[in-house]
C-alpha cells in the first residue's frame, strides 16, 4: 500500500484534545501583535484565534438568519 506523505505526519501529530491544524496566511504586523498579546494574557495564539473565530462564526450566523 502506498501512503501519501501527509497522512503519515497527520497521525504523528495527533493532538488528545481532538485539534487539527489549519494554515492560514496572515499580514506579519497582525502575527506579531497576535503573539504579543498570547504573551501578555498568558495564553496562546491558537486559544486567541480560536475564540475570535468562534465568535465571527456565531455572529455570521445571526446575521444570516435576520
Known amino acids: 500500500m502506498i501512503r501519501k506523505k501527509s497522512e503519515g505526519n497527520a497521525a504523528s501529530r495527533a493532538r488528545s484534545d481532538g485539534r487539527r491544524s489549519l494554515l492560514v496566511y496572515l499580514d506579519a504586523e ?3 501583535q497576535l503573539k504579543k498579546a498570547a504573551l501578555d494574557q498568558e495564553r496562546t495564539a491558537y486559544e486567541i484565534t480560536e475564540e475570535a473565530v468562534r465568535e465571527w462564526l456565531t455572529s455570521h450566523r445571526k446575521r444570516k438568519v435576520e
Open 30 to 32: 497582525v502575527i506579531k
